[in-house]
């Protein structure tokens, strides 16, 4: 088959289409016809050489695709158009996923877009509802609204019923992160983020995506009982927090990554995604946000583009 690795770390030229071996099936997997893959900054670290595939997993980047099952098991039939959360390898034409990852692609979504959905939708919905809690009348801060994760998370907390506050990097990602249904935009090159949240009361839970540099203004935008979750470190990982700010406010701070944690931990949070967001994807209430897309064999390009921090939604890899 063919597959897009990085044979040396390096920039997105390092992406090179290569001639691999299918995958072997291990008990209790599905083999999928990818049909296109959804990029992931992780998948930017991996092409550096900072992120390795967990053991087992293939060591070429890929989080998520949309497919058709390549032969009958585990209860899919031979055709049937799925969605799979992966550790690594969907830039392939190929991936063998397990069946506790692997949902229905959801009815009424392009099988292409549908691409963008599971990784998104199990980082966020395992974040901000399973962890975090989440209820229906709270504010959510969502930073980088207008980005892969962001946008899930805006659509999600607004169909709970949440107050949605999210920030963006320039007035057109701004325009687009209200379009999604938030109540707020912030420009975070503008403007202040802590004051703007806390003249909403603060945030119950926050969903960041940058880390270091943000950690002790987070902290202030809580509201009392506030939950920080952490699950990007775009702004560093080394950062100071007044622990004094973080008891008068009852708060907490998680951090989470999705990708090393066990088939269980994730069979059950596609369980709740198939649950809880499928429904919505149905009948249109949620839709994919989708940026840009690029065939297989132009992943280099892909991941010039998604560097550049220009796009807005998921950016697609077809096969
Ligand atoms: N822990 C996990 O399990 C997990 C799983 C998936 C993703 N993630 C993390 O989630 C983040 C988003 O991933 P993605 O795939 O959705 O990538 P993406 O589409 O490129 O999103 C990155 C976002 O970061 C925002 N951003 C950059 N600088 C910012 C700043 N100073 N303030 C606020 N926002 C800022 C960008 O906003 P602008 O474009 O408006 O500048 C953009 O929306 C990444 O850090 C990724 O590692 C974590």
Not at 287 to 314: M, N, R, V, W
Request: aromatic share 4%; proline share 6%.
């Amino acid at each position: 088959m063919k597959a897009v690795t990085a044979l040396v770390p390096g920039g997105p030229e390092a992406l090179q289409l290569t001639e691999l071996p299918d995958p072997s099936l291990k008990p209790g997997e599905v083999l999928i016809d990818v049909v296109a893959a959804g990029i992931n900054r992780a998948d930017v670290q991996q092409r550096r050489g900072l992120y390795p595939s967990p053991p087992g997993a293939p060591d070429f980047p890929g989080l998520e695709v949309s497919g058709r099952v390549a032969q009958a098991a585990q209860g899919f039939e031979e055709g049937q158009p799925v969605v799979a959360l992966l550790a690594g390898g969907g830039y392939a034409e190929r991936v063998a996923a397990p069946a506790g990852q692997v949902l229905p692609a959801p009815e009424g979504i392009d099988l292409i877009a549908a691409a963008g959905i599971p990784e998104v939708a199990a980082t966020v919905y395992s974040n901000v509802f399973m962890l975090a809690k989440l209820r229906a009348a709270q504010t959510l801060l969502v930073h980088g609204g207008a980005g892969g994760i962001g946008s899930m998370a805006i659509q999600l907390a607004k169909h709970h019923g949440a107050q949605v506050i999210s920030t963006a990097g320039s007035a057109e990602k701004c325009q687009r992160i209200l379009e999604l249904g938030a109540d707020q935009a912030i420009n975070y090159r503008e403007q202040d983020f802590v004051h703007l949240v806390q003249q909403h009361g603060g945030a119950d839970v926050i969903l960041d995506v940058m880390g270091a540099v943000y950690l002790s203004r987070n902290v202030e935008a809580l509201a009392l009982d506030g939950r920080l979750v952490v699950i990007g470190l775009q702004g560093g990982k080394t950062g100071e927090l007044d622990l004094g700010v973080l008891m008068a406010k009852r708060g907490a701070v998680f951090g989470t990554g999705l990708r090393y944690r066990s088939l269980e931990e994730k069979a059950e949070i596609m369980r709740q995604v198939q649950q809880h967001v499928w429904p919505l994807l149905a009948d249109g209430r949620l839709t994919p946000s989708i940026g840009k897309t690029f065939p297989l064999s132009e992943a280099a390009a892909a991941h010039e583009y998604f560097d550049s921090g220009e796009h807005q939604g998921k950016i697609l890899l077809t096969v």
